[in-house]
Nanobody
Framework: QVQLVESGGGLVQPGGSLRLSCAAS????????MGWFRQAPGKQRELVAI???????DYADSVEGRFTISRNNAKNTVYLEMNSLKPEDTGVYYC?????????????????WGQGTQVTVSS
């Protein structure tokens, strides 16, 4: 299996910034897409930002221009730089990655989720 460990969440005032990190570990061969999702209380989980192994990015309209996703392929890590935070950005942020991994002598696919990290934007 591939494990994801997230860090960087917390409490911040409106207009502030936070940086989330997510490190993948395990019998990884290649990682394709890496992304961040979030879930606010009483709402469905939604896509925040994704980045491909080629570096192409896509963002939710609500965070475009304020959030930046990046990755370090050598460290199997994805980051989310969040600026100009708003109360509506509050929620649990989840990291998600997919790709290929070793399964004994074979190669298998994985699609893994992190445990989530809480982001609260409040004065």
């Amino acid at each position: 299996q591939v494990q994801l460990v997230e860090s960087g969440g917390g409490l911040v005032q409106p207009g502030g910034s936070l940086r989330l990190s997510c490190a993948a570990s395990g019998r990884i061969l290649t990682i394709n897409r890496m992304g961040w999702f979030r879930q606010a209380p009483g709402k469905q989980r939604e896509l925040v930002a994704i980045i491909t192994n080629g570096g192409s990015t896509d963002y939710a309209d609500s965070v475009e221009g304020r959030f930046t996703i990046s990755r370090n392929n050598a460290k199997n890590t994805v980051y989310l730089e969040m600026n100009s935070l708003k109360p509506e950005d509050t929620g649990v942020y989840y990291c998600n990655t997919n790709g290929f991994m070793r399964e004994g002598a074979n190669v298998g696919q994985f699609d893994s989720w992190g445990q989530g990290t809480q982001v609260t934007v409040s004065s």
